[in-house]
């Protein structure tokens, strides 16, 4: 590592000191009380991209959110990373909502869209490849290539959400009468707004 790498790497130190610092100005009690325990209400399932930080573009604070993230926001049925994730949050934290995010200008939706090849990650971007065949009816109708990519990005959030809808432990949450809902929503990148799909769904408001 060169001195100037570990220069920058020491400024993340730095900044870690300043921020706990400054919550712990607006809060002595901050991280005392986030010891004990969290209470996320949310669980958010988004993409690994450095441009889509859960916290920062929902205002969350920490403990307030449940996050996983994976290449291009993928819920595959036999990933146990994933329903980990989605169990500890269900069953243990009882969270009320699941977030599927993607965002528009994903790397790994467009990695599917194009067809272009990366070696083992292709591997998982079959996922998304899967995505396209089932709606390439209506993704190639669009009339320019942009907007078939977005098309694409949005339907990739609303399959991850039937994804998640159809785990097991989704669906026993729902038989227990456990008031969760599962949410598609869709960030831009180039404007820092997110934005619901119609894919919310429910005890009450079934797939
Ligand atoms: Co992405």
Redesign the pocket.
């Known amino acids: 590592m060169n001195p100037l790498q570990r220069r920058k790497l020491k400024k993340l130190f730095k900044n870690n000191k300043a921020w706990a610092q400054s919550m712990t100005q607006d809060d002595p009690g901050f991280f005392m009380k986030l010891a004990e325990f969290q209470h996320p209400e949310y669980l958010w399932i988004g993409?690994?991209?450095s441009r889509?930080p859960a916290n920062q573009i929902t205002g969350l604070n920490p403990g307030e959110i449940f996050v996983h993230r994976n290449?291009?926001?993928v819920v595959v049925h036999t990933d146990f990373n994933c329903l980990s994730v989605i169990q500890f949050a269900v069953e243990v934290l009882n969270v009320k909502h699941i977030i599927v995010c993607?965002?528009y200008?994903?790397?790994?939706?467009k990695a599917a869209f194009e067809g272009s090849e990366f070696g083992m990650i292709d591997n998982w971007v079959g996922h998304i490849k899967d995505v396209y065949r089932w709606h390439k009816a209506e993704i190639d109708a669009q009339p320019t290539e942009q907007e078939k990519f977005d098309l694409l990005c949005e339907k990739n959030v609303i399959e991850q959400v039937a994804n998640v809808c159809h785990t097991t432990i989704v669906r026993d949450a729902w038989k227990a009468k456990k008031d969760l809902t599962v949410h598609g929503w869709i960030y831009s990148i180039e404007n820092g707004l997110l934005k619901a799909l119609d894919a919310e769904v429910s005890a009450t408001n079934p797939v």
Do not use: F, L, Y
């Open positions: 993409c690994a991209d889509v290449i291009a926001n993607g965002h200008g994903c790397a790994g939706v």
